[in-house]
């Protein structure tokens, strides 16, 4: 236990500067304690005289006075006879810088001399100090790099720099191999490197502070985004929840006048089947009272009773003739009024949809390049189907909607605004916006493989239906030896090695569409650099016998 205090109070009156006893200790204003030679050259070297311990800067620089309090205990405590090893934090460790002079266990180097090419102990530096022949020596923190200082050739110090070889260089080599060349001394070498360094410096931050100023910027275009999602969240949300309460009060309305108009047609027809009924009550009884009469043998009798025996005729309100069956007729037409409504409104979803879904927040300020492999458009691959709805009846579709050949019948589809009519075409059910990627395998004499929007006519044979004969689709014709490429009625021949694959590459925003031939390797056939305002669809056309398949590409 006592040994454990000595330890604690030799660490107490330690320099935190040089880690040894106190040595003409003095106590500056903040309370921390130093050498008096530690403190006064640590000041030194700073323009602002501050503790190295608890920052506290001083001005003006402080007056330094020995501690004779502290002098007289760590003198005190050197009388225990400990200070004959120094600490053990005072030896040179494994990372460590190593004194040159020290014999036997090597004490920790606390600085290196650029002009004796050694490194020095607190003790062993004392002479730097203290004797003028060291003056004008440079003193550096400790380094283990000193001997990379010295020229190989002729074993002496590098203080020169040889501007035309890029190199340090001793004054020997100034008049060996480097005679004639731009030299300069090493400390001028370095002044002119030190301003390159700030100028490169002084770059680098304002790229720095340019990029945090736009990292700020995108971090406001993400706030922006979240906020106008949000917001566009909660007004789509009150808007759908008044279209289903609107709904809702129609479908309530629709069943209430349905029930009110039953209620009243059956109170009709069964207030008119009650009247029928005495009424036929009443004819069976005159009925039995003819076939009583018809049976009378007095002739006189039957003949002065038959006047008064013949029965009425029937009353016009209950008449077979004037029982009109309007409910039957009503309620199909609230059916047929209901389904009308209900088709307008699907269409309304299907056309319009366009326009309310949000088109796509471009954050970064340029769209990425095309890419330059299979590999890299693969990443932009788009899952896409046919809409059975668009396509000609002579199509057929199978693989779940991949796939279309041309039929010499006619398939069955329903009836449809959407159906191409005239031309053998069908278009996608996916709308296309962003990048976008897709390949169509194809059989056949030729396919056209499209896009289009959605808005291009449907019904008839003129031009404003067939892709690429309009200025609202492209084409790229696929024939068994050549390629056409077509926009608005203009034909533009196409060369490129004939596949039976095609791959397709949309940039919407960038209003870039280019056509590949793809086998082992990619070939552009054909690109367009336009601008898109709005979705596309792709879109196939076949002609008889052919087959085409949008194909899986993940």
């Not at 001083?58 to 006879?81: D, H, I, Y």
């Not at 300069?184 to 680098?204: F, H, P």
């Not at 690109?527 to 596309?536: G, K, S, Y």
Request: glycine residues 4%; hydrophobic residues 30%.
């Amino acid at each position: 236990m006592a040994q454990k205090g000595v330890r604690l109070d030799r660490e107490t009156f330690s320099c935190p500067i040089c880690l040894d006893l106190l040595k003409d200790p003095v106590t500056i204003p903040c309370g921390h304690s130093y050498c008096m030679k530690c403190i006064t050259q640590h000041w030194d070297g700073e323009l602002i005289h501050s503790c190295p311990q608890c920052r506290q800067s001083f001005t003006p620089r402080p007056v330094l006075l020995k501690s004779t309090m502290l002098a007289a205990l760590v003198e005190e405590l050197k009388k225990t006879g400990l200070q004959a090893a120094p600490a053990d934090h005072c030896y040179a460790g494994a990372g460590d810088v190593a004194c040159d002079v020290c014999t036997g266990r090597k004490l920790r180097a606390c600085k290196s001399c650029l002009v004796c090419l050694a490194s020095y102990c607190d003790e062993h530096l004392q002479p730097h100090y203290e004797l003028p022949v060291f003056q004008k020596h440079k003193l550096v923190e400790p380094s283990k790099k000193l001997q990379e200082n010295i020229c190989s050739r002729h074993d002496d110090v590098m203080n020169m720099f040889c501007r035309t070889d890029q190199q340090s260089i001793c004054l020997i080599c100034t008049m060996d191999d480097h005679e004639g060349h731009d030299t300069v001394s090493a400390a001028a070498e370095r002044t002119e490197r030190q301003r390159e360094l700030e100028g490169s410096r002084l770059n680098i931050q304002q790229r720095i502070q340019d990029g945090e100023k736009e990292v700020k910027r995108l971090q406001r275009e993400v706030e922006a985004v979240n906020g106008s999602a949000d917001k566009a969240l909660e007004d789509s949300e009150k808007t759908f929840t008044e279209l289903i309460r609107l709904v809702e009060e129609r479908s309530s309305d629709v069943k209430q006048q349905l029930r009110s108009q039953q209620e009243r047609e059956v109170s009709r027809v069964r207030e008119l089947q009650e009247k029928l009924e005495q009424e036929i009550s009443e004819l069976k009884r005159r009925d039995a009272e003819l076939e009583l009469l018809s049976h009378t043998e007095d002739h006189n009798q039957l003949l002065l009773s038959y006047p008064s025996s013949l029965p009425a005729p029937l009353s016009e309100a209950t008449h077979s003739s004037s029982i009109n069956i309007r409910p039957l007729s009503y309620f199909e037409d609230v059916t047929a009024a209901l389904s009308a409504v209900r088709d307008k409104l699907q269409d309304v979803l299907r056309k319009e949809w366009t326009h309310v879904s949000p088109t796509e927040v471009d954050v970064l300020p340029s769209a990425a390049a095309e890419p330059a492999s299979r590999a890299g458009f693969l990443q932009y691959s788009q899952e896409i189907t046919l809409d059975p709805n668009t396509a000609h009846t002579q199509l057929l579709l199978s693989e779940g909607s991949r796939k279309a050949t041309f039929m010499e019948q006619d398939q069955c589809y329903s009836s449809h605004p959407d159906r191409f009519t005239y031309y053998s075409q069908v278009l996608s059910r996916e709308s296309l916006t962003g990048r976008c990627y897709w390949e169509v395998e194809r059989r056949g004499r030729g396919v056209e493989v499209a896009v289009a929007y959605k808005n291009i006519s449907r019904a008839g044979g003129g031009n404003e239906c067939a892709f690429g004969f309009n200025d609202k689709s492209w084409s790229l014709d696929c024939n068994q030896n050549r390629y056409t490429f077509r926009y608005n009625k203009i034909n533009t021949p196409v060369s490129g090695p004939l596949s039976s694959r095609v791959g397709v590459y949309l940039d919407h925003r960038a209003g870039v569409l280019s056509f590949y031939s793809v086998s082992e390797t990619m070939t552009l056939l054909h690109r367009v650099q336009t601008t898109f305002t709005r979705p596309l669809h792709a879109g196939l056309w076949l002609y008889y016998g052919d087959t085409a398949e949008l194909c899986k590409l993940k």
